[in-house]
């Protein structure tokens, strides 16, 4: 089943900034998971009132379906994804 979900559900990536500004959370795709058991790692940052991540608070490796129920929850609660994404430059 998580093979599947692999492969139908796309991976939450990018970055979901918090509604008053004092966080930033960072998704992106383990690149050491396995296609069938996918994982995503996520980095919470304080930031700066523009958004911007300052200091890493933690990092966290989860399941594809852990990570697709945070984003989604986070999103629910205001959380909004920052359009101009913070590592597009790089």
Same mark, same amino acid.
């Given at each position: 089943?998580?093979?599947?979900?692999?492969?139908? =559900? /796309? +991976?939450?990536?990018?970055?979901?900034?918090?509604? @008053?500004?004092?966080?930033?959370?960072?998704?992106?795709?383990?690149?050491?998971?396995?296609?069938?058991?996918?994982?995503?790692?996520?980095?919470?940052?304080?930031?700066?009132?523009?958004? =911007? /991540? +300052?200091?890493?608070?933690?990092?966290?490796?989860? @399941?594809?379906?852990?990570?697709?129920?945070?984003?989604?929850?986070?999103?629910?609660?205001?959380?909004?994804?920052?359009?101009?994404?913070?590592?597009?430059?790089?």
């Amino acid at each position: 089943m998580t093979s599947e979900l692999g492969r139908l =559900i /796309p +991976t939450p990536t990018g970055w979901l900034i918090h509604p @008053e500004k004092k966080r930033v959370l960072f998704f992106i795709s383990d690149p050491q998971s396995l296609v069938f058991l996918p994982k995503v790692i996520t980095q919470l940052w304080y930031s700066t009132a523009e958004g =911007i /991540p +300052t200091r890493m608070k933690n990092t966290r490796i989860m @399941e594809l379906e852990d990570a697709i129920e945070t984003w989604n929850e986070l999103l629910s609660h205001g959380w909004e994804l920052i359009e101009h994404q913070i590592n597009d430059a790089a």
